[in-house]
C-alpha cells in the first residue's frame, strides 16, 4: 500500500515559525467554526449542500452591510433593482448560458408546458428592464444594481463553508454608456470599490487589468477604446496594477480587484468587466445624436463579489470579533442579581429605541455573565447593581478598553452611537 506523505522545507528556523503561527491562526479563524461558536450561520444536511441558513446574528450583520451597500449606491446615482429568481429558458438562450455554462445550472421545470430555469447570473434581467422602453444618448450613463440571489450547480466535493456555495446573492451592478463615459463610469467604479471596501478595514488590493483573449467578439477599434479606458481609469486611480495579456473575457477586457485579510492572504471579491456581447445578443440600441440606433457599451461590475463569501472572509480578518458598528450584538446588558431586572430592561429597551443592537442577559452569577459575553466577543457590557438603580447609570466594561466606569444611561447611547457613526471602538 502507497501512502502519500507531504512535507515542507524552510530556510530558516524562523520561517517555520512564522509558517506554523500561520497555520494556527488561519485553524483560529476558520469562518466555518467561528459561524457555530457565534452562531451565525448553518449550512444544514436535511436542506441539502451549499445552501446557506443566515442565523439571527449573521442575518443583522447581513442586514448592516446591505443597508450600507444601498446608501452607498444610491448616493452615487445608482437605481435600484429586484428581479425574479426564475426565468423563462428561452431567455438563458438568448443570452448564450445555456450554451456556454450549462453545467453550472440546475435543470430546467416545465411549468405549464413552458420550460423555465432558475438564474445563474443577473444580467438578463437588467437588459431586460433596459429594453422595456427606447433610449436617447441623452439618457446615458444608465445605472442599475441588485441584490440579486443566484443559483449555480457545485459539485459536492468542491463546497467549502461560505466561499463556495449553491446559492449566493452578489452585489450586482449594470451600467449601460456610450464609448467615450467608459472610463469615467470605470473610474466611478474604482472610486466606490474603495469607499465600500475601506468600511470593513480593507485597504491593501491586488489589481489585475486583463486584454483581449485570442477568441473574441467585438471589433478591433471597441477592444482598443475599451482597455485604453480602463487602463486611464486604473492611472487617474493611481492604483498600481498587472496586466494580464489575453486574460480577458471573449466578451470584453476586465479589472480584478483582490483584498488583503489580516493574515496577508488574498481574496477575490472586486470584478469590472467591459461587455460587447450581451448588447447584441439581445439587441439592445439607442439613439443617436443622428437619430441613428447604435448599441450602448455594457459594464458589469461587482464590489463584494458575494455576500456569502464576504461574510466569510469577514468573519475571518476579524477572527469572529468584529468592529463595534459591525457587531451582531453591540452590547450586553448584565445585572448583578435578578432584582435589578426591570432596570436593565429599561436600558436595554433604551438602546434598542436608539438603534444599538443590546442583549439584556441574565440568570447567571455575574462573573459567567461577563464571560459568556467575553466568549461571544460582545463589544460592551453595561453592569446594573443596587448602586446603578438608585443613581440612574451602569458600569461600562468594554472588550477593547476595559473598565470605562460608570456613566449616565444618557451618556451611553450618545457614546455609543459616536462611536459607531465614525466608526470606531470604545
Known amino acids: 500500500m502507497l501512502q502519500r506523505i507531504y512535507g515542507t522545507a524552510w530556510e530558516s528556523e524562523d520561517q517555520l515559525k512564522a509558517y506554523l503561527h500561520f497555520k494556527e491562526e488561519a485553524k483560529r479563524r476558520d469562518h466555518r467554526r467561528l459561524g457555530q461558536v457565534l452562531d451565525l450561520f448553518s449550512i444544514q444536511n436535511d436542506a441539502g449542500g451549499g445552501l446557506v441558513f443566515w442565523h439571527p446574528k449573521g442575518a443583522i450583520v447581513r442586514h448592516v452591510i446591505e443597508d450600507l451597500w444601498k446608501k452607498i449606491h444610491i448616493e452615487r446615482g445608482y437605481d435600484l433593482l429586484y428581479t425574479p429568481h426564475v426565468a423563462k429558458a428561452d431567455l438563458w438562450q438568448i443570452s448564450g448560458h445555456l450554451d456556454f455554462y450549462k453545467e453550472n445550472m440546475y435543470d430546467q421545470m416545465n411549468i405549464e408546458d413552458e420550460l423555465y430555469q432558475l438564474r445563474p447570473m443577473n444580467c438578463p434581467y437588467h437588459i431586460l428592464i433596459y429594453k422595456r422602453r427606447p433610449h436617447s444618448y441623452h439618457d446615458f450613463p444608465i445605472r442599475v444594481a441588485e441584490l440579486g440571489t443566484v443559483y449555480r450547480y457545485e459539485l459536492s466535493g468542491s463546497l467549502h463553508g461560505l466561499f463556495r456555495v449553491r446559492g449566493f446573492t452578489q452585489d450586482d451592478a449594470h451600467i449601460f454608456c456610450l464609448g467615450d463615459q467608459i472610463k469615467d463610469e470605470i473610474r466611478g467604479v474604482l472610486d466606490l470599490t474603495e469607499e465600500l471596501l475601506l468600511q470593513f478595514g480593507f485597504s491593501k488590493y491586488e489589481v489585475n487589468l486583463s486584454t483581449r483573449p485570442e477568441k473574441s ?46 493574515l496577508g492572504r488574498k481574496w477575490q471579491c472586486s470584478t469590472i468587466q467591459v461587455d460587447f456581447n450581451l448588447p447584441q445578443r439581445f439587441d439592445i440600441t439607442y439613439v443617436d445624436s443622428n437619430s441613428e440606433k447604435k448599441r450602448p457599451i455594457m459594464i458589469h461590475r461587482a464590489v463584494l463579489g458575494s455576500l456569502e463569501r464576504f461574510f466569510g472572509v469577514l468573519i475571518e480578518h476579524y477572527a469572529g470579533d468584529f468592529p463595534l458598528w459591525l457587531s451582531p450584538v453591540q452590547a450586553h446588558v448584565l445585572p448583578v442579581t435578578d432584582t435589578q431586572l426591570d432596570y436593565c430592561k429599561e436600558v436595554t429597551n433604551k438602546l434598542k429605541a436608539n438603534g ?71
Open 217 to 262: 467578439v467585438g471589433d478591433d477599434d471597441i477592444w482598443v477604446k475599451a482597455t485604453s479606458a480602463l487602463r486611464d481609469a486604473l492611472d487617474d486611480k493611481g492604483w498600481s496594477y498587472q496586466i494580464d495579456d489575453g486574460g480577458g473575457a471573449f466578451y470584453g477586457p476586465k479589472i480584478d480587484l483582490k483584498i488583503e485579510d489580516a
Open 356 to 426: 444599538i443592537r443590546g442583549e439584556l442577559c441574565h440568570g447567571e452569577r455575574l462573573p459567567k455573565l461577563i464571560r459568556n459575553s467575553e466568549m461571544l466577543k460582545i463589544p460592551l457590557m453595561a453592569v446594573v447593581g443596587a448602586k446603578e438603580v438608585e443613581t440612574g447609570t451602569v458600569t461600562v466594561r468594554s472588550r477593547y478598553g476595559g473598565d470605562l466606569g460608570t456613566m449616565a444611561i444618557d451618556d451611553f447611547v450618545s457614546t455609543i452611537k459616536s462611536a459607531i457613526e465614525s466608526r470606531a471602538s470604545i
